[in-house]
């Protein structure tokens, strides 16, 4: 049974109100009265998702909004919803503007009939169900299209795969085909090749004298070609008999010979050598062997090079040096370039080594002049980026502390203040340096410039260059830790922040005149509150409590003042100022620690810049523990990000196997659709086909025949309201899933984008850190008690006595050339 169509009623006068529901409930509407625009607007978002609202009826005049500036935004919430306006009759010109601004779709003018009312209102639920249909068939047309869309795509890289295919078959056919070609004529040429036309080609005479001389500039070619070769092994063989190495009774046996492996450099060496011995003294030439490869051969030419020559490096090995030694002279006949390349080498000098006729001019004058040898590429150091900030941003004056330490907010000086299109601040964009190449071909690299975040947030537009921006209202402006700039608003709360208010959340200053009780959250930019007991703070701005903090975890990226701290948990970037107690507290700071006045007992406090308190600790409670330096603070909300991040993406890949089955119900029912839309189709041809044939039977006087005809009609359109209907459930069924997966994709959306500002934070947090610098020093100002715990980034210390006004530090020393870190105590 389909349900009645329902009508959100928005009028304030109770008695046009009371008219209209009654008169719309007798015909059958399910009717939702409201009397205020919000909370209407409200029960329309709330019901868009199924579609069920079929009409929005709404008073021309209403207290906080016109009644089309209501259906204004009734179309933007829901285009498919009907919009009627109800206006006087004197009053034409609102009609003619709610059709400009609204496109409404009826309008009632009172005094009214109530079938005019009925009548209007049936015809707006049949143009809903117009358009539902519309928007339901435009689905299924583009689920189609995408599918045809699909299959063309896959058809077309099918084709494209397969003409790929025939090219590369193509190419291969012409590879082959060439290579054929160029083996045949390889085989031509090799089958006339001769010792005559050899001779003929190197024009050689055909005499003993001429044979021995090109076999003597042969040997001189391999003699250059292996010089090298031999010269890195050293160790070669003299008397080698070719004969006895290549016979077949020693392949077997010689592991360098053996016939499954190829042959190894050293036998070539071998083979070379021996003949270039023998050649050179076959042709009269006298050359002494080199020594017996079993004797050990020491490394003469370098051990020489490197008396002869000193060689010496810039600071940032970007220049090499050579100097000639007093050896040099006398070993000089003996030098050659071969052996000065050797020394570089070794020496793993390989970029930008000066030419080789350079280097032997040099060898061969007399003057002792330093060579620079090799240079390598310097590095470029890059530049940071700037901010400049046009207002002021250091409030040094916090406000005035009372004879009972609470801090009166209201004597702070004067606030800074901008007004609209203002220049709030200017980006100075950071360089990335070069890195340099070393002499030895390494890479020098450069430190990595700090690129400070620039975020446009409330209040403010960033230019399209991304390098200015300015303000978009007037206001405050505030510029937070992490490099986000807004202009604020006030909003004053003149009570409690409790069950009246509710949780507070909003992108401006908040100024609570009480107290923010217990399990209440107050997200804000800075906040000024009487007290905090028990509440849930996370600000990017300040934070200024004149009484106390108790029972409550505070999060914030600018500073916090506040008269005393209870058993609470602080998290901050900026300083902490406490004028009495910090009682029972676990506090992790970016910044320092100021509590000179007051007294720190049984709480754990890692201040980055360091600690300054008054007294520490009692002989009754719990040892304090202090950390002054490191980088805990950043290191632990960066791990909350990446386990932030980690949950992300387990929930969104949740979205996306949910978003992934409701997807198959859609795919399945669109098969439906189409079966019971052929139903539809095939009964509508065959009941015109069996009315064509009624007449027919009328004229021929059968009966009988003429009631099986209209029996089969009768169940055709049965059949027909069957598919019909069928349809109609299938459809609801599709818009409830369409809505399931909107909302799945808007819970993605904003996954996404608290995911990209999770990562925004990290960056601009390990911007902060590089940035902020870090002291590690603890002073106490009156007393400090026995068994407090001091630590540093890298030492500890347990205070075995009371100590008076006394400093804390760590400091790095060494001892035997090893670095090591210790705590020191001395007096102020």
Same mark, same amino acid.
Request: charged share 25%; hydrophobic share 35%; net charge neutral.
């Given at each position: 049974m389909t349900p009645p169509p329902t009508v959100i009623l928005l009028e304030s006068n109770d008695t046009v109100r009371k008219h209209v529901e009654s008169v719309l409930s007798s015909a059958g509407w399910t009717v939702?009265?409201?009397?205020?625009? !919000?909370?209407?607007? =409200?029960?329309?978002?709330?019901?868009?998702?199924?579609?069920?609202?079929a009409l929005f009826i709404s008073n021309f005049k209403l207290p906080k909004m016109d009644g089309d500036d209501i259906l204004q935004q009734v179309k933007a919430i829901s285009p498919l919803t009907q919009r009627m306006l109800l206006i006087p009759g004197d009053k034409p010109d609102i009609l003619i503007s709610a059709i400009n601004k609204a496109e409404i779709h009826a309008c009632i003018i009172s005094p009214f009939q109530d079938q005019d009312l009925i009548d209007q209102a049936k015809q707006c639920?049949?143009?809903?169900?117009?358009?539902?249909?519309?928007?339901?068939?435009?689905?299924?047309?583009?689920?189609?299209?995408?599918?045809?869309?699909?299959?063309?795509?896959?058809?077309?890289?099918?084709? $494209?795969?397969? =003409?790929?295919l025939i090219d590369e078959k193509k190419a291969e056919t012409i590879r082959l085909t060439a290579l054929k070609r160029k083996q045949e004529h390889q085989n031509a040429d090799l089958s006339n090749i001769c010792l005559s036309s050899l001779m003929e080609h190197k024009k050689i005479?055909?005499?003993?004298?001429?044979?021995?001389?090109?076999?003597?500039?042969?040997? =001189? +070619?391999?003699?250059?070609?292996?010089d090298q070769v031999t010269t890195r092994h050293h160790a070669v063989p003299a008397r080698l008999d070719l004969k006895k190495m290549l016979s077949h009774d020693q392949k077997d046996s010689d592991p360098l010979l053996h016939k499954d492996r190829p042959a190894s450099p050293e036998l070539i060496e071998k083979i070379i050598t021996a003949a270039f011995v023998r050649s050179m003294t076959a042709a009269g030439k006298s050359i002494s062997p080199p020594p017996d490869a079993d004797e050990p051969v020491t490394d003469q030419t370098d051990n020489l090079a490197d008396t002869c020559f000193d060689l010496s490096l810039s600071i940032n090995e970007t220049r090499a040096y050579l100097k000639k030694t007093t050896a040099f002279e006398k070993n000089r006949p003996q030098f050659t370039l071969s052996d000065l390349l050797d020394l570089l080498r070794e020496k793993k000098i390989s970029y930008g080594r000066l030419d080789d006729?350079?280097?032997?001019?040099?060898?061969?004058?007399?003057?002792?002049?330093?060579?620079?040898?090799?240079?390598?590429?310097?590095?470029?150091?890059?530049?940071?980026?700037?901010?400049?900030?046009y207002f002021e941003t250091q409030v040094t004056h916090p406000g005035e502390i009372n004879a009972d330490g609470s801090i009166d907010f209201t004597k702070r000086g004067d606030t800074p203040y901008v007004k609209k299109g203002d220049l709030l601040a200017q980006k100075t964009a950071s360089q990335d340096?070069?890195?340099?190449?070393?002499?030895?071909?390494?890479? *020098?690299?450069?430190?990595?410039?700090?690129?400070?975040?620039?975020?446009?947030?409330?209040?403010?537009?960033?230019? $399209?260059?991304?390098?200015?921006?300015?303000?978009?209202?007037?206001?405050?402006?505030?510029?937070?830790?992490?490099?986000?700039?807004?202009?604020?608003?006030?909003?004053?709360?003149?009570?409690?922040?409790?069950?009246? +208010?509710?949780?507070?959340?909003?992108?401006?200053?908040?100024?609570?005149?009480?107290?923010?009780?217990?399990?209440?959250?107050?997200?804000?930019?800075?906040?000024?509150?009487?007290?905090?007991?028990?509440?849930?703070?996370?600000?990017? %701005?300040?934070?200024?409590?004149?009484?106390?903090?108790?029972?409550?975890?505070?999060?914030?990226?600018?500073?916090?003042?506040? !008269?005393? *701290?209870?058993?609470?948990?602080?998290?901050?970037?900026?300083?902490?100022?406490?004028?009495?107690?910090?009682?029972?507290?676990?506090?992790?700071?970016?910044?320092?620690?100021?509590?000179? +006045?007051?007294?720190?007992?049984?709480? @754990?406090?890692?201040?980055?810049? %360091?600690? $300054?308190?008054?007294?520490?600790?009692?002989?009754?409670s719990t040892p304090v523990k202090l950390k002054a330096g490191g980088e805990d603070h950043v290191e632990t909300r960066i791990k909350q990000i990446d386990q932030a991040l980690e949950a992300s993406v387990t929930k969104f890949n949740e979205f996306l196997s949910n978003i992934k089955a409701l997807e198959d119900q859609d795919h399945a029912i669109y098969r439906q659709i189409n079966e019971n839309a052929r139903i539809q189709n095939q009964t509508k041809v065959e009941?015109?086909?069996?009315?064509?044939?009624?007449?027919?039977?009328?004229?021929?006087?059968?009966?009988?025949?003429? @009631?099986?005809?209209?029996? !089969?009609?009768? =169940?055709?359109?049965?059949?027909?309201?069957?598919?019909?209907?069928?349809?109609?459930?299938?459809?609801?069924?599709?818009?409830?899933?369409?809505?399931?997966? @909107?909302?799945?994709?808007?819970?993605?959306?904003?996954? $996404?984008?608290?995911?990209?500002?999770?990562?925004?934070?990290?960056?601009?947090?390990?911007?902060?850190?590089?940035?902020?610098? &870090?002291?590690?020093?603890?002073?106490?100002?009156?007393?400090?008690?026995?068994? &407090?715990?001091?630590?540093?980034?890298?030492?500890?210390?347990?205070?075995?006595?009371?100590?008076? %006004?006394?400093?804390?530090?760590? *400091?790095?020393? @060494?001892?035997?050339?090893?670095?090591?870190?210790?705590?020191?105590?001395?007096?102020?």
């Amino acid at each position: 049974m389909t349900p009645p169509p329902t009508v959100i009623l928005l009028e304030s006068n109770d008695t046009v109100r009371k008219h209209v529901e009654s008169v719309l409930s007798s015909a059958g509407w399910t009717v939702v009265c409201e009397q205020v625009s !919000k909370d209407a607007l =409200n029960t329309l978002t709330r019901s868009k998702r199924n579609t069920s609202i079929a009409l929005f009826i709404s008073n021309f005049k209403l207290p906080k909004m016109d009644g089309d500036d209501i259906l204004q935004q009734v179309k933007a919430i829901s285009p498919l919803t009907q919009r009627m306006l109800l206006i006087p009759g004197d009053k034409p010109d609102i009609l003619i503007s709610a059709i400009n601004k609204a496109e409404i779709h009826a309008c009632i003018i009172s005094p009214f009939q109530d079938q005019d009312l009925i009548d209007q209102a049936k015809q707006c639920f049949r143009q809903f169900r117009q358009a539902l249909k519309r928007q339901q068939l435009k689905r299924v047309t583009t689920h189609q299209t995408r599918q045809m869309v699909e299959i063309a795509q896959k058809l077309k890289k099918k084709n $494209e795969r397969y =003409n790929h295919l025939i090219d590369e078959k193509k190419a291969e056919t012409i590879r082959l085909t060439a290579l054929k070609r160029k083996q045949e004529h390889q085989n031509a040429d090799l089958s006339n090749i001769c010792l005559s036309s050899l001779m003929e080609h190197k024009k050689i005479p055909p005499s003993p004298d001429a044979y021995r001389q090109a076999f003597i500039t042969l040997c =001189n +070619t391999l003699k250059t070609q292996f010089d090298q070769v031999t010269t890195r092994h050293h160790a070669v063989p003299a008397r080698l008999d070719l004969k006895k190495m290549l016979s077949h009774d020693q392949k077997d046996s010689d592991p360098l010979l053996h016939k499954d492996r190829p042959a190894s450099p050293e036998l070539i060496e071998k083979i070379i050598t021996a003949a270039f011995v023998r050649s050179m003294t076959a042709a009269g030439k006298s050359i002494s062997p080199p020594p017996d490869a079993d004797e050990p051969v020491t490394d003469q030419t370098d051990n020489l090079a490197d008396t002869c020559f000193d060689l010496s490096l810039s600071i940032n090995e970007t220049r090499a040096y050579l100097k000639k030694t007093t050896a040099f002279e006398k070993n000089r006949p003996q030098f050659t370039l071969s052996d000065l390349l050797d020394l570089l080498r070794e020496k793993k000098i390989s970029y930008g080594r000066l030419d080789d006729e350079a280097i032997e001019t040099w060898i061969s004058q007399s003057f002792d002049e330093k060579l620079l040898i090799a240079t390598g590429e310097e590095a470029i150091p890059g530049r940071d980026g700037e901010i400049t900030v046009y207002f002021e941003t250091q409030v040094t004056h916090p406000g005035e502390i009372n004879a009972d330490g609470s801090i009166d907010f209201t004597k702070r000086g004067d606030t800074p203040y901008v007004k609209k299109g203002d220049l709030l601040a200017q980006k100075t964009a950071s360089q990335d340096g070069t890195p340099g190449i070393s002499v030895f071909n390494t890479p *020098i690299p450069v430190e990595q410039v700090i690129d400070p975040v620039f975020m446009a947030g409330p209040g403010t537009q960033l230019s $399209e260059d991304g390098f200015h921006l300015h303000a978009t209202t007037d206001g405050q402006p505030h510029w937070d830790t992490l490099g986000t700039f807004s202009v604020n608003p006030e909003l004053l709360i003149p009570g409690d922040v409790d069950f009246t +208010t509710g949780n507070i959340d909003f992108n401006g200053n908040v100024v609570v005149k009480g107290i923010i009780k217990a399990g209440f959250t107050v997200r804000a930019i800075n906040l000024t509150a009487q007290a905090i007991e028990g509440g849930i703070i996370y600000l990017s %701005g300040d934070l200024n409590v004149s009484a106390g903090i108790t029972a409550s975890n505070i999060s914030t990226h600018g500073n916090i003042y506040a !008269k005393f *701290i209870n058993h609470s948990r602080v998290m901050g970037l900026g300083n902490l100022t406490i004028s009495k107690e910090i009682i029972d507290s676990d506090i992790l700071l970016s910044g320092i620690c100021q509590n000179t +006045t007051g007294h720190i007992i049984s709480s @754990q406090i890692k201040a980055k810049q %360091g600690i $300054e308190a008054g007294k520490i600790g009692t002989s009754y409670s719990t040892p304090v523990k202090l950390k002054a330096g490191g980088e805990d603070h950043v290191e632990t909300r960066i791990k909350q990000i990446d386990q932030a991040l980690e949950a992300s993406v387990t929930k969104f890949n949740e979205f996306l196997s949910n978003i992934k089955a409701l997807e198959d119900q859609d795919h399945a029912i669109y098969r439906q659709i189409n079966e019971n839309a052929r139903i539809q189709n095939q009964t509508k041809v065959e009941i015109t086909a069996l009315k064509k044939s009624l007449p027919e039977q009328e004229t021929s006087k059968g009966l009988l025949r003429y @009631q099986e005809i209209s029996v !089969k009609i009768k =169940n055709r359109i049965k059949t027909a309201r069957a598919a019909e209907q069928e349809l109609n459930r299938i459809f609801e069924t599709q818009d409830k899933i369409a809505a399931d997966l @909107q909302r799945l994709r808007d819970h993605i959306t904003r996954l $996404e984008e608290r995911e990209n500002a999770l990562r925004i934070e990290k960056t601009a947090l390990k911007v902060f850190s590089k940035t902020a610098k &870090s002291l590690s020093m603890i002073t106490v100002a009156k007393t400090i008690k026995q068994d &407090s715990m001091i630590s540093g980034p890298n030492a500890s210390i347990i205070i075995k006595e009371d100590r008076r %006004g006394c400093k804390i530090q760590e *400091i790095a020393a @060494q001892e035997d050339g090893i670095p090591y870190y210790e705590m020191t105590i001395s007096d102020l």
